[in-house]
């Protein structure tokens, strides 16, 4: 009898301890946020490559496709530091003009973010400053690509903080999900959605009414994750005409660089 009732109190306290030492949605996300920093950190000197395909349809009012540009890459990390190579649009060599236009694209988008650094990679893209920028509560447990992952909503925390960038004014405006690894505390899959409209530059280059964007990211080695697929919806108004594009990127052929002497 003793001995049952000790058996008995001993579970009654591990499970008053299990939920004592729960984490909580801001814990989790500061033990991401470490993780992340620390990789960073490791990887230094060594690096990663792997292909890129992505595909941006353009849509009529009618939602029928009126363009499609598939485009090829080849993305090397190194150092904390992405380069992309252009390889192929629409199964052709670029063109002199495709090469400008990516060109253009890198700059905008490192003005979009307010930098002019190359660009960090993008693969690690939780950031104390981000994290801080949001609130966040734990759901629960669930699977994610056969591994135990936690399932986090998240919201801004203040939905009117001060916008130096056109991602800031973004940043400001969305919600939705994300699932953390409980192994590795990445990021293995995110929903994201627009809350409500922003404008581009007052409204005068235009607006963004709708935003649905999904990533999955997939462990590829150790302390190694990627974008292995992403989806998104937007549409909006570009100057004067509407806008709406559907776009997907999906990755392969990955491999490990060899550490730099």
Same mark, same amino acid.
């Given at each position: 009898?003793?001995?049952?009732?000790?058996?008995?109190?001993?579970?009654?306290?591990?499970?008053?301890?299990?939920?004592?030492?729960?984490?909580?949605?801001?814990?989790?996300?500061?033990?991401?946020?470490?993780?992340?920093?620390?990789?960073?950190?490791?990887?230094?000197?060594?690096?990663?490559?792997?292909?890129?395909?992505?595909?941006?349809?353009?849509?009529? $009012?009618?939602?029928?496709?009126?363009?499609?540009?598939?485009?090829?890459?080849?993305?090397?990390? /190194?150092?904390?530091?992405?380069?992309?190579?252009? #390889?192929?649009?629409?199964? *052709?060599?670029?063109?002199?003009?495709?090469?400008?236009?990516?060109?253009? *694209?890198?700059?905008?988008?490192?003005?979009?973010?307010? $930098? $002019?650094?190359?660009?960090?990679?993008?693969?690690?893209?939780?950031?104390?400053?981000?994290?801080?920028?949001?609130?966040?509560?734990?759901?629960?447990?669930?699977?994610?690509?056969?591994?135990?992952?936690?399932?986090?909503?998240?919201?801004?925390?203040?939905?009117?903080?001060?916008?130096?960038?056109?991602?800031?004014?973004?940043? *400001?405006?969305?919600?939705?999900?994300?699932?953390?690894?409980?192994?590795?505390?990445?990021?293995?899959?995110?929903?994201?959605?627009?809350?409500?409209?922003?404008?581009?530059?007052?409204?005068?280059?235009?607006?963004?009414?709708? #935003?649905?964007?999904?990533?999955?990211?997939? /462990?590829?080695?150790?302390?190694?994750?990627? *974008?292995?697929?992403?989806?998104?919806?937007?549409?909006?108004?570009?100057?004067?005409?509407?806008?709406? #594009?559907?776009?997907?990127?999906?990755?392969?052929?990955?491999?490990?660089?060899?550490?730099?002497?």
């Amino acid at each position: 009898m003793t001995l049952f009732w000790f058996a008995l109190s001993g579970g009654s306290l591990c499970l008053a301890c299990e939920e004592i030492a729960a984490p909580t949605a801001d814990e989790l996300m500061q033990r991401a946020v470490t993780h992340a920093e620390t990789l960073d950190a490791a990887q230094a000197n060594g690096g990663f490559a792997y292909r890129k395909v992505s595909v941006i349809e353009e849509l009529d $009012s009618s939602g029928k496709v009126k363009e499609r540009k598939e485009r090829v890459y080849k993305v090397s990390h /190194r150092a904390g530091l992405t380069h992309t190579k252009l #390889l192929q649009v629409n199964g *052709n060599l670029p063109a002199r003009a495709d090469i400008k236009e990516q060109a253009e *694209n890198d700059t905008n988008v490192r003005h979009c973010f307010g $930098s $002019s650094k190359p660009a960090r990679d993008p693969e690690s893209f939780l950031t104390a400053d981000l994290v801080a920028r949001f609130a966040f509560s734990l759901v629960g447990k669930t699977n994610i690509n056969e591994r135990a992952a936690y399932e986090i909503t998240f919201q801004p925390r203040l939905p009117e903080q001060p916008a130096r960038s056109i991602v800031d004014r973004v940043l *400001n405006r969305i919600s939705g999900t994300l699932w953390l690894d409980t192994e590795d505390f990445e990021v293995a899959r995110a929903d994201i959605r627009l809350g409500s409209e922003v404008d581009l530059l007052w409204g005068v280059a235009g607006c963004l009414k709708k #935003l649905v964007y999904t990533v999955t990211r997939t /462990r590829v080695g150790d302390g190694v994750w990627l *974008n292995s697929f992403s989806s998104g919806d937007f549409e909006g108004r570009k100057l004067l005409e509407p806008m709406r #594009l559907k776009m997907r990127t999906q990755i392969s052929d990955f491999q490990r660089l060899k550490a730099e002497s």
